[in-house]
């Protein structure tokens, strides 16, 4: 099958890498491209795990021996593995790639990090009731959800922010805890530049006071608004005077930041950088931002601008991809969705752990880097011929690396990936080296 280099493109810069299904389906680039907006619901194979394990309110670990602790955690580290297998089985094939590229966007910008061992078992339910319902919505409906989602408030410890004025406040030795409000500022809305100050960082974490969790007759977490522990009294934010005093002036405060100016070029630069390159065109930066603007965060709206960028279509292949990225599309391309039962090369956890890529655990708030340097130093692309090393060594049949080359990569492959992959010394190299070369690196 010949397949136009427009295609090609496409399914790379928008898609998870090349596969013949999807070459074969994008024929028509755009049309591919915007056949798939509006399209993005849970995957059903984890609805499972979110309802028994996602809001569990695990026991109390502290008062236990470390065999107890172990043992309690058995059936939750297992269920939480199985989870992340079957979520890589989906990315590895689904026919709405574009869209979950946009699902990993997004749940990179609003970050959790399974390092909290709490918010382990929340993480999928915060992808499946957060990320995926909100990614072609409103920006605000999607901030609101992911700053009140237990997760994150876990995460950031906004349960633990008492107002030092409210009910509770007044009895107890505990004050406000500003993660969240600082998070919501300099990451998820206005950015580091988005001309906030100290003062407002405080003001917000004020206004989310009260913003917190119970465990419901089930024991699981659900969201709640604790009006013993808001704090009273008139705020400023951004020079604005916040009218309300209880869980509206939150919801009121992230619905004017989530359609702020500055939010609006926070979003454009971010969304350009990791579609484009690392300094995107200003040209398209400033349309992204016009597009946010004009239709107050729609990100359907935003997507299909995306889609319209000269500079989409333009700019030569230059970002690298994470390993997760880079994996998928290599299960993709030999047209394999990873067996979760048989695991011949391993979960896809203990994977990631091969390739320095703690899945879902970013270390930090700010999410998994999204720069080439981060993901190209000598170290980490040593790790990733090892592993195509590896992984092609174990096949049991190894197609012909040049030919699959070329279905997948057209005339986008250039003649010095084509000469490695023909001159290795057997099959299963060549095709490693096909795995490790620019085209199959770079989206």
């Not at 579609?275 to 946010?292: M, N, Q, R, W, Y």
């Not at 090393?389 to 190894?398: G, L, P, V």
């Not at 690396?401 to 001159?423: I, K, N």
Request: glycine share 6%; proline share 7%.
């Amino acid at each position: 099958m010949s397949v136009t280099p427009e295609t090609v493109h496409a399914v790379i810069r928008f898609g998870l890498g090349p596969d013949e299904a999807s070459l074969k389906a994008a024929r028509d680039p755009k049309a591919w491209l915007r056949n798939q907006v509006g399209k993005s619901g849970e995957i059903a194979a984890l609805k499972p795990f979110v309802d028994t394990y996602a809001y569990t309110n695990l026991p109390a670990m502290k008062s236990m021996t470390p065999e107890t602790r172990k043992e309690k955690m058995r059936p939750v580290v297992q269920a939480y593995q199985s989870a992340l297998d079957q979520r890589f089985a989906h990315h590895c094939s689904t026919t709405t790639p574009f869209s979950e590229r946009l699902v990993l966007f997004w749940q990179n910008h609003f970050a959790i990090s399974a390092d909290k061992l709490q918010v382990r078992p929340l993480a999928i339910g915060f992808e499946q009731d957060v990320i995926r319902p909100h990614i072609y919505g409103s920006f605000s409906d999607l901030l609101l959800a992911s700053s009140r989602h237990p997760a994150m408030l876990l995460y950031l410890d906004n349960n633990r922010s008492i107002g030092p004025d409210s009910k509770i406040g007044q009895r107890r030795d505990q004050g406000l805890n500003e993660n969240l409000a600082r998070e919501i500022l300099e990451l998820h809305t206005l950015g580091v530049k988005g001309g906030y100050r100290q003062a407002d960082v405080e003001a917000l974490a004020q206004i989310i006071t009260g913003w917190s969790f119970v465990p419901d007759a089930n024991g699981q977490k659900k969201y709640v608004f604790r009006k013993n522990a808001h704090q009273p009294g008139k705020k400023t934010l951004l020079g604005e005077e916040v009218i309300f005093s209880d869980e509206k002036a939150g919801i009121s405060a992230l619905r004017r930041l989530g359609e702020h100016p500055s939010t609006a070029a926070h979003i454009a630069q971010k969304l350009a950088a990791h579609f484009i390159g690392d300094e995107p065109p200003s040209e398209a930066v400033a349309t992204l931002k016009e597009c946010f603007l004009d239709t107050k965060g729609d990100l359907k709206a935003l997507s299909l601008a995306l889609i319209d960028l000269p500079a989409c279509w333009e700019t030569p292949f230059a970002k690298v991809k994470d390993p997760y990225e880079w994996l998928i599309s290599v299960y993709r391309g030999m047209q394999q969705t990873p067996a979760t039962k048989e695991r011949k090369n391993g979960s896809i956890q203990s994977q990631m752990a091969q390739l320095n890529y703690p899945l879902l655990r970013p270390g930090s708030p700010a999410g998994f880097p999204d720069r080439n340097s981060y993901w190209m130093g000598p170290d980490a692309l040593m790790k990733r011929i090892e592993w195509a090393f590896n992984y092609t060594q174990k096949r049991q049949s190894i197609p012909e690396p040049d030919q699959l080359a070329e279905r997948l990569f057209g005339e986008r492959l250039s003649a010095e990936s084509l000469f490695a992959v023909r001159t290795a010394p057997s099959p299963a190299e060549g095709l490693a080296a096909l795995l490790v070369s620019p085209e199959y690196l770079r989206r």
